[in-house]
């Protein structure tokens, strides 16, 4: 006798969510994976602002010193939508495990060898060369990372948990963050001389084990289901280069203006405000890392609850608040920087902005950018357009906020107006996106992608 076989979209999106115990098991690999990946991403941003500004990028001026440092940063992030395409394809075409294994490996290498990375003093010019060509490589590595974890995460969820399931690599990226300023808040303790010498060293060269422990774990977690039936099932070429630029072009926008926001808001918290706090206000190295600290725990606790919440009243929504809450946030968030002489009103404020403002914008994303594409283009979609709108408000965020602040005489409300001006270009994308909630992941065409919103019911 013939089993049944699904014969509606909402029934195949149904039959492919795999069981709660293999649910939670991939949720615990993708935020664990994408936690000890981005600890590698996230160490250049901290050494950036404390350590490369000294002794890579040599420069009578502080000021010099340290926007060469940011400018290296900015280009890990111009590199990366190149390696969302390259990985993005891979990802469609051949599976999302093999592209999440590859870029772990990429990412990671490149991050132990810049533990041993010559000086300005030991080797003039070519340190800087060689810290960029490493950062390049990062950066390319990183370019299909948070989208291969999302989409697996959500690829793998039933249709009501994707928001909370897709949240799981979001709270991977911060607890990423967590050990990264968790580990310079330990080694910026050390007198100075010692940091400078060989203290900022150890965080990078322990990413070894972040390397061999990440890799054990994307080893053992099966493909996405979703993915094996688009495979099995449609035997069309696929294009997905052509098809997400030619007919899916729509939700390329979107992407880039919804994730802008998220991106100034999050590396001015994360990159350039421990730069700020110790060049322009004349702060201790450590409130920084500490502040950075406090402030993602809160987050990773925050995420997975406004996902969660996505998934009951809609993405839109979600997202629109945490938009709207930085955009008034601003300006109180530097008055009460620029009125700290402590770590208190720095974590304040930064726990505020991350743990509110961005996590409303971040915990929704893996769901919300998973269903505005189709399944035949989904991971080329969601990695370019996030590297691409990463490398427009992303990297060069620390540099634009430094410039501004120089330009503003040492004063920080061009930057409150930068923030501002980039939640504004946000709510106008995200209100004029569509609402998701619902949408199949196993269709593979637009009009199917659009006509099924709204549609499932657990």
């Known amino acids: 006798m013939m089993s049944a076989q699904p014969s509606t979209v909402e029934e195949k999106d149904r039959s492919s969510a795999v069981s709660h115990k293999e649910t939670r098991r991939v949720a615990a690999a993708t935020l664990i994976g994408s936690a000890l990946e981005w600890y590698d991403f996230y160490l250049y941003g ?6 490369f500004n000294r002794i890579i990028f040599v420069n009578e ?13 900015a280009l890990g992030y111009v590199i990366r939508p190149l390696g969302g395409l390259i990985f993005g394809r891979l990802g469609d075409r051949l599976g999302r495990k093999y592209v999440l294994v590859l870029t772990l490996l990429i990412m990671g290498i490149s991050t132990v060898l810049m533990a041993f990375l010559p000086t300005y003093e030991q080797i003039g010019l070519w340190a800087p060369v060689i810290l960029l060509l490493l950062r390049l490589v990062q950066g390319i590595g990183a370019g299909a990372e948070f989208g291969g974890a999302a989409i697996f995460s959500v690829e793998h ?9 897709g949240a799981w690599p979001a709270v991977g990226v911060y607890l990423g963050l967590l050990l990264a300023s968790g580990a310079f808040a330990i080694i910026t303790q050390l007198p100075e001389e010692d940091f400078l010498a060989w203290g ?11 390397v061999v422990v990440a890799l054990v774990i994307r080893l053992k977690i099966s493909e996405t289901p979703a993915f094996v039936e688009a495979a099995t099932e449609d035997k069309a070429p696929v294009t997905p280069l052509k098809d997400v630029f030619s007919k899916e072009w729509r939700g390329i926008l979107v992407l880039i203006g919804t994730q802008t926001p998220q991106n100034v808001i999050a590396y001015v918290n994360l990159t350039f405000i421990a730069a700020y706090i110790t060049g322009t206000l004349s702060l201790a190295n450590s409130i920084g890392p500490i ?3 406090v402030a993602t725990a809160t987050t990773m606790i925050t995420l997975p609850l406004f996902g969660a919440l996505s998934d009951r009243i809609g993405r839109k929504p979600v997202v629109l608040t945490g938009i709207v809450f930085s955009a008034l946030f601003a300006f109180p968030y530097f008055y009460i920087i620029d009125n700290s002489e402590t770590a208190l009103g720095v974590t304040i404020a930064v726990t505020a902005s991350l743990g509110v403002g961005v996590g409303a914008m971040f915990g929704p994303q893996g769901a919300y950018f998973s269903e505005l594409f189709t399944s035949r283009s989904r991971f080329t979609g969601l990695a370019f357009s996030r590297e691409v709108a990463g490398a427009v408000s992303g990297g060069f965020t620390p540099l634009i906020a430094i410039a501004l602040v120089a330009a503003a005489g040492g004063s920080s409300w061009m930057v409150a107006v930068f923030i501002i001006a980039a ?17 199949s992941l196993r269709v593979s ?3 199917e992608l659009q006509a099924s919103s709204k549609r499932f019911v657990d």
């Open 157 to 165: 969820a039933s249709p009501r948990k994707r928001g909370l399931q």
């Open 200 to 210: 900022w060293r150890i965080p990078f060269a322990a990413s070894i084990i972040v």
């Open 445 to 447: 065409t637009v009009p």
């Open 291 to 293: 502040a950075v600290t």
């Open 423 to 439: 939640c504004v270009i946000g709510f106008i994308a995200t209100a004029v996106g569509p609402e998701t909630l619902g949408r």
């Open 61 to 73: 001026d502080p000021l010099v010193g340290t926007m060469a440092a940011f400018a290296a940063f």
């Open 46 to 51: 901290t050494a950036a602002a404390l350590v």
